[in-house]
């Protein structure tokens, strides 16, 4: 006779497959909610007054006291690559061609990707964090009852100035690591900088270039909506606000890397034709 199974291997199967189905059911949930959050804020550009004095606040907290983490970014991975592909193409007698190589991995991935990680994770945290702090002191509720849309003078600004910072930030991330990467192979490897400058322009078409600036509107726009639909939705005090923030930092990276990979196809295939 074939053994029966045992009632607790049941009751295990099930309370997995429960744990599984809740934790799909919260996250569709979430999709659910930033999608009505986002056409909320899109239809709030057209219908009420812009809120320019925030938008201008906004600029600052997110774009002008990000450069420093920006630049830091960028300056060590330039090194970092520099040194990196220097020693590799030694090898093969091709170390002339450093520049190039740095030039156009700056330009198309690096700078995008790496600048909207570092920068998103410390944005998303702030405003999850700063809207959750509102949310359980009940600030967003005090908000609607003055009859005032939180969409509006929450969320609007701080999309606006995630879209139009990251360009920004990533441009000068790119700069910046290119002239790190240019001055160590100088001290290093006696490469002079004109010409490690030169050939790494010379690599970077138009196309190669959009393709990178292209992507960073969607990830300011990424970065700015998940931090403020888990910042707007925590509850539960100040372990609330803790967990809404660890959150979104987690969410606010898978974001930029899936994004970045479909993008990537998106903006190679249109190359290629």
């Not at 990467?181 to 290093?188: D, I, R, S």
């Amino acid at each position: 006779m074939s053994a029966q199974p045992q009632p607790a291997e049941k009751s295990l199967a099930v309370r997995a497959i429960e744990a599984q189905g809740a934790r799909l059911i919260r996250a569709m949930n979430h999709v659910g909610g930033i999608t009505q959050m986002t056409l909320r804020a899109f239809r709030s550009l057209f219908t009420t007054r812009f809120e320019a004095r925030s938008f201008l606040y906004q600029l600052e907290q997110m774009g002008v006291k990000s450069f420093g983490i920006a630049a830091a970014t960028a300056i060590f991975v330039g090194i970092v690559m520099a040194i990196q592909f220097a020693f590799s193409l030694e090898r093969f007698g091709a170390r002339d061609s450093v520049g190039r190589i740095v030039g156009l991995s700056e330009a198309r991935e690096l700078a995008p990707s790496l600048t909207a990680l570092v920068v998103g994770s410390r944005i998303g945290a702030g405003i999850a964090a700063e809207l959750g702090s509102m949310a359980v002191t009940e600030q967003i509720d005090a908000i609607r009852a003055l009859g005032a849309d939180p969409v509006k003078k929450l969320v609007v600004p701080r999309m606006l100035a995630g879209i139009l910072m990251m360009p920004m930030l990533t441009v000068f991330a790119l700069v910046l690591g290119i002239g790190s990467a240019a001055l160590v192979c100088n001290l290093t490897f006696g490469i002079a900088i004109p010409f490690f400058v030169t050939t790494a322009l010379d690599s970077i078409w138009v196309e190669d270039f959009l393709s990178g600036i292209g992507k960073t509107p969607f990830f300011g726009f990424l970065i700015a909506v998940l931090g403020c639909h888990f910042g707007m939705t925590t509850r539960g005090g100040t372990e609330g606000v803790g967990r809404s923030t660890t959150t979104s930092v987690v969410v606010v990276a898978i974001s930029i890397l899936v994004a970045d990979a479909v993008l990537t196809q998106i903006f190679m295939s249109f190359m290629s034709r």
